[in-house]
């Protein structure tokens, strides 16, 4: 099904607290937190606003860096989120990587992914970064397609990093100067 709409970006709110929550409910049978860091005992306002702090580089813990959770909404209707990391600190190098995003169970292979992709490039190279890095799971070949889709090329001397429990984590560079 195509979109109704251009798909609007922007970062949660108070009126998106039930359908956010559902989507991170949805995608724990994904091993995705949709709303990284929230927790069921958490206020909904508080958590935003410490998304938005994030986003302007106040009150990050120690060890983290600046960073930002974008939604995408099709009509109002809340179908993704990405999230975005400003630098890299030694883990985000490894494994976690500029960009992550997650689409809402009832609204994947329909571009979003890449349409969320293509948001994150955008908004880390108005940072200044010039080459992205999004890593992925081996086994997840709707990440993989969407990583290829937006012009990922594999780390030449690291191309994976294998985990003690067998899982391989595949990291690739996205220029961003040719994703604008
Ligand atoms: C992986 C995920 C993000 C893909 O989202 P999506 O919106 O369905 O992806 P898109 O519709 O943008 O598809 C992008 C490409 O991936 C392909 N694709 C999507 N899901 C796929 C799947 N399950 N298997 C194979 N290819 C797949 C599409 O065909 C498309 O390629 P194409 O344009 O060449 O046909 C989604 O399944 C998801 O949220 N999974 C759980 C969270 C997750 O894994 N996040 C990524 C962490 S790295």
Not at 75 to 96: A, F, I, M, P, T
Not at 115 to 143: H, K, M, Y
Request: proline share 2%; charged share 25%; glycine share 8%.
């Amino acid at each position: 099904m195509a979109f109704t709409t251009a798909l609007e970006f922007r970062e949660l709110a108070s009126q998106d607290e039930q359908q956010a929550i559902d989507a991170h409910h949805a995608m724990l049978a994904d091993d995705f937190e949709f709303l990284p860091t929230w927790s069921e005992d958490q206020q909904w306002e508080e958590f935003i606003y410490r998304m938005s702090a994030g986003r302007r580089g106040e009150n990050i813990p120690d060890g983290w860096v600046r960073s930002a959770l974008f939604a995408a909404f099709d009509d109002g209707e809340l179908v993704g989120r990405v999230s975005v990391r400003y630098e890299l600190n030694d883990w985000l190098l490894q494994k976690g990587g500029h960009i992550g995003y997650g689409v809402v169970p009832e609204h994947r292979r329909r571009g979003v992914a890449a349409a969320l992709c293509q948001f994150g490039l955008r908004e880390v190279q108005a940072a200044g970064v010039d080459q992205a890095l999004v890593t992925c799971d081996s086994t997840n070949a709707g990440s993989i397609a969407t990583i290829l889709k937006c012009g990922g090329e594999l780390d030449q001397q690291f191309p994976h990093l294998d985990a003690a429990d067998g899982t391989r984590t595949l990291r690739y560079w996205i220029s961003t100067q040719s994703n604008r």
